[in-house]
């Protein structure tokens, strides 16, 4: 059965209402990355504080931001960070809404020149405008600590290969060549999954079924091929995110 882009039947877009719901509920809109037999640490899914929900991204390669940097300090000492490490605010460390957790990072405050380097094994800060929470001493060190603030620019340097990595330890694991798909619908019924596929073959596009099981029930996930580079499949996703599907994310295998 083939379905004009332009227009749909009324069948076949309830469908794509429902397949929407059930990704709204059971997967993050927009992105969440997905490795195929590999589980992803707890610290790279997707969580949410204070009702808004955070996309942890796969690598920090070629990673820059500007915006107001943090201190945090006493209140925290000896607590657990988000990576399962006890603060130290006397570290060389930060807390990050998204990088990956290690990540190494040049921080400059923009007000007096001033640099230091620390390692990412936090989450936060979640005040707005804020881009990351420094240790006591990673602030001192950029002459912050008696404002509180500073606006900085930050630079990802690398990823350290183990949690008490430094500079010379550092490398980036490469997320933007593999097999790439855009899963755009689950669903039981396995008629509804093919109808839904066919509406994206008949697009052009390479489509697949891949069954899933969970919670006791079997699933047909329906799958755009979109090539062996990520930053192609980013393109990809967000035309289909453009045509209505809203819980359409890229997915790795």
């Known amino acids: 059965m083939k379905f004009p882009s332009s227009r749909l039947p009324a069948v076949l877009v309830l469908l794509f209402f429902c397949a929407g719901l059930f990704l709204w509920g059971c997967a993050p809109r927009y992105p969440q990355y997905e ?30 931001e500007t915006g107001m ?7 925290f000492h000896g607590r657990k960070t988000a990576c399962g490490e006890t603060y130290n605010m006397y570290g060389g460390t930060a807390a990050h809404k998204t990088l990956p957790m290690h990540t190494m990072v040049l921080v400059r405050n923009l007000e007096n020149g001033r640099e230091t ?8 800060p979640f005040l707005r405008g804020r881009v990351i929470d420094l ?15 500073a606006r900085a620019e930050i630079i990802a340097l690398g990823e350290a290969a183990g949690s008490a990595g430094g500079a010379d330890s550092l490398r980036f694991q490469d997320f933007d060549t593999g097999i790439f798909y855009i899963q755009v619908g689950s669903f039981v019924n396995k008629d509804n999954a093919t109808r839904l596929a066919g509406y994206f073959i008949d697009l052009g596009m390479k489509c697949a079924i891949m069954p899933h099981a969970a919670d006791g029930r079997n699933y047909h996930r329906v799958q755009v091929y979109a090539g062996t580079s990520l930053n192609a499949a980013r393109l990809l996703e967000q035309q289909i995110l453009g045509r209505g599907f809203p819980g359409s994310f890229v997915v790795a295998r």
Not at 35 to 58: D, E, L, M, V
Request: charged residues 20%; aromatic residues 12%.
């Open 35 to 64: 490795t195929q037999g590999k589980k992803i640490p707890a610290t790279q899914r997707p969580y949410k504080i204070n009702g808004k929900t955070y996309y942890p991204i796969p690598s920090s390669r070629g990673f820059r």
């Open 135 to 149: 240790s006591y001493a990673a602030a001192e060190e950029i002459g912050m600590v008696r404002n509180g603030t």
């Open 69 to 75: 940097a943090s201190w945090y300090g006493g209140q």
């Open 117 to 124: 380097v620390v390692r990412i094994n936090d989450r936060g």
